[in-house]
Protein backbone atom coordinates (compact mmCIF):
# COMPACT_ATOMS: atom_id res chain seq x y z
CA UNK A 1 0.00 0.00 0.00
CA UNK A 2 1.66 3.27 -1.23
CA UNK A 3 -1.34 5.56 -0.55
CA UNK A 4 -4.11 6.77 1.77
CA UNK A 5 -7.39 6.24 0.04
CA UNK A 6 -9.89 8.71 1.76
CA UNK A 7 -12.59 5.72 3.14
CA UNK A 8 -9.08 4.41 4.97
CA UNK A 9 -9.94 2.61 8.57
CA UNK A 10 -7.77 3.37 11.54
CA UNK A 11 -5.69 0.00 10.85
CA UNK A 12 -5.40 0.65 7.34
CA UNK A 13 -3.68 4.33 8.41
CA UNK A 14 -1.22 2.55 11.44
CA UNK A 15 -0.77 0.07 8.37
CA UNK A 16 0.48 2.18 5.46
CA UNK A 17 2.78 4.16 8.22
CA UNK A 18 4.70 0.82 8.79
CA UNK A 19 5.07 0.50 5.68
CA UNK A 20 6.58 3.81 4.25
CA UNK A 21 8.23 4.41 7.77
CA UNK A 22 9.13 1.18 10.23
CA UNK A 23 12.17 0.74 8.50
CA UNK A 24 13.89 3.91 8.32
CA UNK A 25 12.13 4.99 12.02
CA UNK A 26 13.28 1.59 13.28
CA UNK A 27 17.23 2.51 12.23
CA UNK A 28 16.87 5.91 13.60
CA UNK A 29 14.71 6.36 16.41
CA UNK A 30 14.02 5.00 19.86
CA UNK A 31 10.64 4.20 21.52
CA UNK A 32 11.74 8.08 22.99
CA UNK A 33 12.74 9.35 20.36
CA UNK A 34 9.40 8.67 18.46
CA UNK A 35 7.29 9.81 21.17
CA UNK A 36 9.48 13.21 21.10
CA UNK A 37 8.33 13.83 17.44
CA UNK A 38 4.79 13.41 18.92
CA UNK A 39 5.61 16.09 21.12
CA UNK A 40 7.39 18.35 18.53
CA UNK A 41 4.81 18.32 16.13
CA UNK A 42 1.19 18.54 18.71
CA UNK A 43 2.98 21.42 20.34
CA UNK A 44 3.70 22.99 16.48
CA UNK A 45 -0.11 22.55 16.23
CA UNK A 46 -1.15 24.43 19.19
CA UNK A 47 1.43 27.11 18.21
CA UNK A 48 -0.89 27.28 15.39
CA UNK A 49 -4.11 28.06 17.40
CA UNK A 50 -2.20 30.81 19.04
CA UNK A 51 -1.93 32.73 16.24
CA UNK A 52 -4.93 31.64 14.60
CA UNK A 53 -3.23 30.10 11.76
CA UNK A 54 -4.99 26.90 11.16
CA UNK A 55 -3.10 25.80 8.20
CA UNK A 56 -0.22 25.37 10.48
CA UNK A 57 -2.97 23.60 13.18
CA UNK A 58 -3.97 21.47 10.28
CA UNK A 59 -0.69 20.02 8.73
CA UNK A 60 1.34 19.56 11.96
CA UNK A 61 -2.07 18.16 13.45
CA UNK A 62 -1.57 15.59 10.54
CA UNK A 63 2.29 14.99 10.84
CA UNK A 64 1.80 14.55 14.48
CA UNK A 65 -0.85 11.60 13.47
CA UNK A 66 2.14 9.75 11.81
CA UNK A 67 4.37 10.28 14.45
CA UNK A 68 1.81 8.42 16.59
CA UNK A 69 0.94 5.57 14.41
CA UNK A 70 5.06 4.96 14.25
CA UNK A 71 5.16 4.70 17.89
CA UNK A 72 2.14 2.32 18.17
CA UNK A 73 3.57 0.33 15.14
CA UNK A 74 6.64 0.16 17.79
CA UNK A 75 4.80 -0.94 20.89
CA UNK A 76 2.56 -3.44 18.57
CA UNK A 77 -0.61 -1.75 19.90
CA UNK A 78 -3.58 -1.70 17.84
CA UNK A 79 -5.18 1.65 17.97
CA UNK A 80 -8.66 1.28 16.44
CA UNK A 81 -9.56 -1.66 18.44
CA UNK A 82 -7.81 -0.28 21.46
CA UNK A 83 -9.94 3.13 21.01
CA UNK A 84 -13.31 1.09 20.26
CA UNK A 85 -13.15 -0.85 23.31
CA UNK A 86 -12.31 2.57 25.48
CA UNK A 87 -14.33 3.97 23.45
CA UNK A 88 -17.72 1.97 22.65
CA UNK A 89 -19.93 5.42 20.62
CA UNK A 90 -19.62 6.34 24.66
CA UNK A 91 -17.64 8.53 27.39
CA UNK A 92 -14.99 6.84 28.26
CA UNK A 93 -15.94 7.72 31.81
CA UNK A 94 -19.97 8.85 32.02
CA UNK A 95 -20.48 5.68 29.51
CA UNK A 96 -23.19 8.66 27.80
CA UNK A 97 -23.55 9.83 24.18
CA UNK A 98 -22.97 12.93 24.23
CA UNK A 99 -21.01 12.91 27.63
CA UNK A 100 -22.99 14.46 30.58
CA UNK A 101 -19.55 14.68 32.94
CA UNK A 102 -20.01 18.45 33.23
CA UNK A 103 -23.57 17.98 33.54
CA UNK A 104 -23.61 15.04 36.19
CA UNK A 105 -20.56 16.16 37.87
CA UNK A 106 -19.51 12.10 37.47
CA UNK A 107 -16.92 11.30 40.11
CA UNK A 108 -16.61 7.24 39.44
CA UNK A 109 -15.84 6.07 35.99
CA UNK A 110 -18.87 3.43 34.49
CA UNK A 111 -18.24 0.41 32.72
CA UNK A 112 -19.21 1.33 29.18
CA UNK A 113 -21.47 -1.76 27.29
CA UNK A 114 -20.05 -2.03 23.88
CA UNK A 115 -22.79 -2.95 20.70
CA UNK A 116 -20.83 -3.79 18.74
CA UNK A 117 -22.91 -3.14 15.50
CA UNK A 118 -21.89 0.31 16.38
CA UNK A 119 -18.59 0.19 15.73
CA UNK A 120 -17.51 2.58 12.90
CA UNK A 121 -16.13 1.18 9.55
CA UNK A 122 -13.23 3.86 8.79
CA UNK A 123 -11.73 6.61 10.16
CA UNK A 124 -13.77 9.12 9.22
CA UNK A 125 -16.47 7.20 10.93
CA UNK A 126 -14.36 7.69 14.38
CA UNK A 127 -14.27 11.06 13.90
CA UNK A 128 -17.81 11.07 13.49
CA UNK A 129 -18.15 9.33 17.09
CA UNK A 130 -15.83 11.69 18.92
CA UNK A 131 -17.78 14.37 17.28
CA UNK A 132 -21.38 12.84 18.84
CA UNK A 133 -20.00 11.89 22.10
CA UNK A 134 -17.92 15.34 22.50
CA UNK A 135 -19.32 18.06 20.26
CA UNK A 136 -17.19 20.14 19.59
CA UNK A 137 -19.96 23.47 19.67
CA UNK A 138 -19.69 22.86 23.66
CA UNK A 139 -15.93 24.10 23.56
CA UNK A 140 -13.52 26.72 21.90
CA UNK A 141 -10.72 25.14 19.78
CA UNK A 142 -8.73 26.32 22.14
CA UNK A 143 -10.14 24.40 25.19
CA UNK A 144 -9.81 21.38 22.02
CA UNK A 145 -5.79 22.40 22.19
CA UNK A 146 -5.11 22.65 26.01
CA UNK A 147 -6.89 18.96 26.07
CA UNK A 148 -4.58 17.69 23.21
CA UNK A 149 -1.50 19.22 25.16
CA UNK A 150 -2.76 17.47 28.27
CA UNK A 151 -3.21 14.18 26.53
CA UNK A 152 0.27 13.71 24.62
CA UNK A 153 1.34 14.35 28.54
CA UNK A 154 -0.37 11.86 29.93
CA UNK A 155 0.91 9.33 27.42
CA UNK A 156 4.60 10.40 27.70
CA UNK A 157 3.98 10.19 31.63
CA UNK A 158 2.25 6.28 31.23
CA UNK A 159 5.59 5.66 29.07
CA UNK A 160 7.95 7.23 31.58
CA UNK A 161 6.36 4.95 34.36
CA UNK A 162 6.03 1.50 31.95
CA UNK A 163 9.94 2.01 30.77
CA UNK A 164 10.90 2.29 34.68
CA UNK A 165 8.52 -0.92 35.85
CA UNK A 166 7.60 -2.97 32.42
CA UNK A 167 4.69 -4.11 33.97
CA UNK A 168 1.60 -5.18 32.55
CA UNK A 169 -0.07 -3.15 34.41
CA UNK A 170 1.89 -0.26 33.15
CA UNK A 171 1.72 -1.05 29.77
CA UNK A 172 -2.05 -1.10 29.66
CA UNK A 173 -1.92 2.54 30.83
CA UNK A 174 -0.28 3.41 27.44
CA UNK A 175 -2.57 1.59 25.87
CA UNK A 176 -5.47 3.58 27.28
CA UNK A 177 -3.36 7.14 26.97
CA UNK A 178 -2.81 5.95 23.24
CA UNK A 179 -7.07 5.79 22.69
CA UNK A 180 -7.08 9.60 24.69
CA UNK A 181 -5.04 11.01 22.66
CA UNK A 182 -6.70 9.84 19.57
CA UNK A 183 -9.83 10.72 20.68
CA UNK A 184 -8.19 14.17 21.18
CA UNK A 185 -6.58 14.45 17.73
CA UNK A 186 -9.73 14.19 16.48
CA UNK A 187 -11.57 16.76 18.75
CA UNK A 188 -9.46 19.19 17.65
CA UNK A 189 -10.14 18.10 13.94
CA UNK A 190 -13.47 18.07 14.66
CA UNK A 191 -13.36 21.74 16.50
CA UNK A 192 -11.41 22.62 12.62
CA UNK A 193 -13.70 21.67 10.70
CA UNK A 194 -11.73 18.65 8.66
CA UNK A 195 -11.96 14.91 7.77
CA UNK A 196 -9.40 13.79 8.96
CA UNK A 197 -9.07 10.99 6.23
CA UNK A 198 -9.37 13.15 3.42
CA UNK A 199 -6.64 15.15 4.78
CA UNK A 200 -4.66 12.26 5.12
CA UNK A 201 -5.63 10.74 1.30
CA UNK A 202 -4.22 14.42 0.48
CA UNK A 203 -0.96 14.48 2.22
CA UNK A 204 0.32 10.74 1.54
CA UNK A 205 -1.36 10.04 -1.85
CA UNK A 206 2.30 8.64 -2.84
CA UNK A 207 4.10 7.22 -0.04
CA UNK A 208 6.08 9.56 2.15
CA UNK A 209 4.11 12.81 2.69
CA UNK A 210 7.94 14.50 2.05
CA UNK A 211 10.11 12.27 -0.68
CA UNK A 212 7.04 10.88 -2.04
CA UNK A 213 8.35 7.35 -1.91
CA UNK A 214 7.53 4.16 -0.27
CA UNK A 215 9.60 3.24 1.98
CA UNK A 216 10.53 6.69 2.77
CA UNK A 217 13.79 8.08 1.67
CA UNK A 218 14.44 10.84 3.90
CA UNK A 219 17.77 11.30 5.69
CA UNK A 220 18.13 11.48 9.25
CA UNK A 221 18.93 15.38 8.94
CA UNK A 222 15.91 16.07 6.57
CA UNK A 223 13.77 14.75 8.89
CA UNK A 224 15.26 16.58 11.66
CA UNK A 225 15.39 19.84 10.29
CA UNK A 226 11.71 19.64 8.35
CA UNK A 227 9.19 22.32 9.99
CA UNK A 228 5.56 23.02 8.75
Given amino acids: MTSI ?12 IKIVYDEKNSRHY ?30 NLLITISWFMSFLNRLHIDLEKETWER ?4 CSYCASCPCVCKKTKTQTRKKPKIETKLKPENLKGF ?19 IHLAEEVGELSEAFHVFQNNHSN ?7 LESADLLSCILGVANSLKINVADELAQMF ?19 AKFKS
Wanted: glycine share 4%; charged share 25%.
Fill in 169 to 175: QSFAQVI
Fill in 30 to 59: SAWDTLSNIQRFSMRSLKGIRKNNYEKTRL
Fill in 87 to 90: FPYL
Fill in 5 to 16: KPGTSVEEVQNF
Fill in 205 to 223: SNGCHACKKSPCACTFEET
Fill in 127 to 145: QEMFEKIYPSENRTLEHAG
